[in-house]
């Protein structure tokens, strides 16, 4: 058997403790795999002393995670620190500059600096890898880039938030606040450091970016997405899905048509009838589209240590059989140019929800304006009576303009019975 591969991890947080438990765990059958043992021999960290369920003792520690490359002991950098600049960023550009491997779980260094760090990893011929960066524990970028090469893919999408969709299934089935079940879910080592990444929608869209970018074969650019969060969904919204028969989940969806591309993040109201509706707590799915081979869904858990480290150590029996694979899945020179669409573009059915006065002809008022703006009605829901106080006014459309329900929404927001913003969520069957 050839020599061990020697890997150095700065991060030893819930996914770099869990890519140590891995490798020691499961060491036979991955060297077996790999042709040769896979080793952690050094690691950077911030807390020398806390305990991370993982023995760190008798391997080389360093203070500054940039100091693992110049390691002549270390054949692969593993960067599990998270953050797309700071430390982060510059062991990742030391490392591929420095000609040596990289397998990354951080979606958010990929999205915004993908461009460039793809470009250095070929001028070094240096490996770049990040199944871990999308969808966790299932392995999608090697399916979208890798198992699906032979097509012409025109649609991914999926949810790709472990942590929104813990929140949704649990707010819904436990009739738990949102503050509550976010709790939970960084206590259970899924939310990101900064938790706002996963509730505005963010760390969704940068794994959005970053699946198109290997779907389409173009350079990943987050500035052209569309993203909202779930921090507006309230306890109302989840009771109304149910009784209209959908669930709300937070997706990511990209199409590539003649016209380009559009991609975009924001909660959906999805038909119950539809398998992604029961992908539930913090399992994600991912749907790929290709001319050959049709509809192609993965589902698994997208967050946690033991799923996230399961990706990190596939890329690491790549790197160790020397199995490699442009970063984008094509030579810089040959990735596509194709424009991006605006959100304004975009057709689409509606749930709509109004907070409003109870008193008669307020309702009328409300339909008059999406009739003026030619948005075609197909259901409406009042529930409760409370005369002279808020009540909810539900109602669905049948599919219309993005640029047309904005300006109804502009209108309906200025009506005097209307109390709060109105709540939109778009409706999708994917
Ligand atoms: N937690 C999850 O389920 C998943 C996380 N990821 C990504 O993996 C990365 C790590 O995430 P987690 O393990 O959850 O975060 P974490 O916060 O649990 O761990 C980060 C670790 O990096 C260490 N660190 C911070 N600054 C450092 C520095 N300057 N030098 C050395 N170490 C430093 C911290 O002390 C901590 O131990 C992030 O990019 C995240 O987006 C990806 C998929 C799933
Ligand atoms: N915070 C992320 C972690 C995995 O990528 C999530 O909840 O999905
Ligand atoms: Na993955």
């Avoid at 991890?9 to 020691?24: I, P």
């Avoid at 109304?240 to 993040?265: Q, Y």
């Amino acid at each position: 058997m050839s020599r061990p591969l020697s890997v150095g991890v700065a991060g030893l947080g819930t996914v770099g403790a869990g890519v140590l438990k891995v490798l020691r765990d499961n060491a036979g059958l991955i060297s077996a795999r790999a042709g040769r043992p896979i080793a952690v021999t050094a690691v950077s960290s911030r807390d020398r002393h806390k305990d991370r369920g993982v023995p760190v003792t008798g391997l080389r520690w360093y203070e500054d995670p940039v100091a693992l490359v110049a390691d002549p002991g270390v054949d692969v950098i593993v960067e599990t620190i998270g953050g797309s600049e700071g430390p982060a960023r510059a062991l990742v550009e030391a490392a591929l500059a420095a000609g040596k491997p990289v397998v990354t779980a951080n979606k958010a260094l990929l999205a915004l600096h993908g461009r460039k760090l793809a470009q250095l990893a070929e001028a070094h011929n240096a490996p770049l890898a990040f199944e871990a960066a999308v969808a966790g524990g299932i392995p999608a970028i090697k399916a979208v880039r890798e198992g699906l090469a032979g097509n012409d893919i025109r649609r991914v999408a999926g949810i790709l938030n472990g942590t929104c969709n813990y929140i949704l299934t649990e707010m819904r089935l436990r009739g738990l606040q949102f503050a509550e079940v976010l709790a939970e879910a960084q206590k259970l080592g899924y939310a990101e450091a900064d938790p706002s990444f996963d509730i505005d929608g963010v760390d969704a869209a940068h794994k959005l970016a970053i699946l198109a970018a290997l779907a389409f074969n173009r350079p990943v650019d987050f500035s052209e997405l569309h993203v909202e969060g779930i921090r507006d969904v309230s306890a109302v919204d989840i009771e109304m899905a149910a009784a209209l028969g959908f669930r709300i989940k937070l997706l990511g969806i990209a199409t590539r048509t003649e016209a380009g591309v559009s991609a975009r993040v924001h909660p959906c109201m999805v038909p119950l009838d539809a398998p992604i509706a029961h992908v539930e707590g913090v399992f994600n799915a991912v749907v790929a589209e290709g001319d050959a081979v049709g509809r192609v869904v993965l589902q698994g858990r997208g967050a946690g240590a033991g799923p996230t480290a399961s990706a990190v150590v596939a890329d690491l029996v790549d790197i160790a059989r020397g199995r490699t694979t442009p970063v984008w899945g094509a030579s810089a020179d040959a990735l596509s140019a194709a424009p991006a669409r605006p959100m304004s573009s975009h057709r689409g059915a509606y749930y709509l929800r109004l907070m409003v006065v109870d008193r008669p002809g307020v309702v009328a008022d409300v339909t008059a304006v999406l009739r003026d703006a030619k948005i075609s009605m197909e259901s409406l829901l009042q529930r409760g009576r409370a005369p002279g106080e808020a009540v909810p006014v539900v109602m669905t459309t049948h599919e219309c303009e993005e640029a047309a329900m904005q300006a109804a929404i502009r209108r309906l927001s200025g009506l005097d019975a209307v109390l709060e913003k109105p709540a939109l969520i778009r409706i999708e069957t994917l």
